[in-house]
């Protein structure tokens, strides 16, 4: 059973933009930080945005002033407005959700729920 759904995912062009949706089938999500990770072949996955239950947000570095994230609580998804796109922005695009205890919201180690992945792939 598939908890964390993404879509959304595709090929673009360096400059445009596009939105990843995560889509929870889990108890008590709006109580849930809830994350995007990025992985590229060969390499782990690093974190890019999360959101916690009370909506405060936190970027990585590479990706403020272009990505966003967001959250609906009542259709229970998480999403990832990505703009500005940029060749090095290709990856696969994880959901996850953090455990309760843990609390370093940059760490994978954090997220006990993850979803299949979206690929996003952008073209210079």
């Known amino acids: 059973q598939v908890l964390l759904r993404e879509s959304g995912g595709g090929l673009v062009q360096a400059g445009d933009s596009l939105r990843l949706s995560c889509a929870a089938s889990?108890?008590?999500?709006?109580?849930?930080?809830m994350a995007w990770f990025a992985q590229v072949p060969g390499n782990e996955r690093e974190f890019v945005a999360a959101?916690?239950?009370?909506?405060?947000?936190f970027l990585a570095g590479s990706v403020k002033g272009r990505f966003t994230i967001s959250r609906d609580n009542a259709v229970n998804t998480v999403y990832l407005h990505m703009n500005s796109l940029k060749s090095e922005d290709t990856a696969l695009y994880y959901c996850?959700?953090?455990?309760?205890?843990?609390?370093?919201?940059?760490?994978?180690?954090?997220?006990?729920?993850w979803g299949l992945g979206a690929q996003v792939t952008v073209s210079s």
């Open positions: 996850a959700a953090k455990k309760y205890t843990a609390h370093d919201v940059y760490a994978a180690s954090s997220y006990d729920l």
């Open positions: 889990i108890r008590a999500f709006s109580s849930r930080t």
């Open positions: 959101i916690s239950s009370d909506g405060s947000t």
